[in-house]
């Protein structure tokens, strides 16, 4: 799907720092539960991430993420998702 630049200057992403992390059993897929600090103009902001093959909980808090942060919130389940983390591949892919 090709998108305008209209559409994509709409997309507001920032850089956050995990701050906790918890297993999601219920989810369909493995994940964990992930919340984000953006600093005092937004907050902290969580969602869930699949994840769970490539990292444990403790490895992540502290980490710096790169995230949407202006999608509607999502029902997972319980579990309301705020924000969209973004993921990009290393040299493995």
Request: with cysteine; net charge negative.
């Amino acid at each position: 799907m090709i998108i305008s630049f209209e559409d994509f200057s709409k997309v507001e992403i920032c850089i956050g720092t995990i701050v906790e992390v918890k297993k999601f059993p219920e989810a369909l897929k493995p994940a964990y539960k992930v919340w984000v600090d953006f600093g005092s103009d937004i907050g902290i902001q969580k969602t869930s991430a699949q994840i769970t093959v490539h990292y444990q909980p403790e490895d992540l808090i502290g980490k710096q993420v790169a995230a949407v942060i202006n999608f509607l919130p999502k029902h997972l389940g319980k579990f309301m998702s705020e924000i969209l983390l973004l993921g990009f591949p290393d040299s493995d892919g």
